[in-house]
């Protein structure tokens, strides 16, 4: 995992190839840590780093996964391609973009644009 700060953003970029959020716990570590060492409350992060499993929303774990965020008054950009999910997460995705604490885009750039 490599953290990027993006200082004039105010934004923390982590990159990483192997799945870092595995579940809600490893979720609140997770951005707690990037928090602690940037001090930043966004964050931007590769969709290759959160375990498949999220995107299931019967799962529930995105769900419980994004309340902590709001908890802690943290934001965060998952960055990927999402057109291969459900219509029912194509909905949340939606919804959720629409919000101020959660984004899913497609690009570094949409990322930062929607967590200035």
Same mark, same amino acid.
């Given at each position: 995992?490599?953290?990027?700060?993006?200082?004039?953003?105010?934004?923390?970029?982590?990159?990483?190839?192997?799945?870092?959020?595995?579940?809600?716990?490893?979720?609140?570590?997770?951005?707690?840590?990037?928090?602690?060492?940037?001090?930043?409350?966004?964050?931007? *992060?590769?969709? #290759? +780093?959160?375990? &498949? =499993?999220?995107? %299931?929303?019967?799962?529930?774990?995105?769900?419980?996964?994004?309340?902590?965020?709001?908890?802690?008054?943290?934001?965060?950009?998952?960055?990927?391609?999402?057109?291969?999910?459900?219509?029912?997460?194509?909905?949340?995705?939606?919804?959720?973009?629409?919000?101020?604490? *959660?984004?899913? #885009? +497609?690009?570094? &750039? =949409?990322?930062? %644009?929607?967590?200035?």
């Amino acid at each position: 995992m490599e953290i990027q700060k993006l200082e004039s953003e105010g934004i923390a970029r982590v990159r990483s190839d192997e799945v870092i959020i595995k579940d809600t716990a490893s979720m609140l570590d997770f951005v707690m840590s990037v928090q602690y060492e940037t001090a930043y409350h966004k964050i931007i *992060v590769d969709k #290759v +780093a959160v375990l &498949e =499993e999220f995107f %299931d929303l019967k799962t529930g774990l995105l769900g419980d996964a994004f309340q902590k965020l709001v908890t802690y008054q943290l934001r965060m950009a998952i960055v990927g391609d999402f057109s291969m999910y459900s219509e029912n997460f194509k909905d949340y995705m939606y919804e959720s973009n629409k919000g101020s604490q *959660v984004y899913f #885009v +497609a690009t570094e &750039e =949409e990322a930062v %644009d929607k967590l200035k």
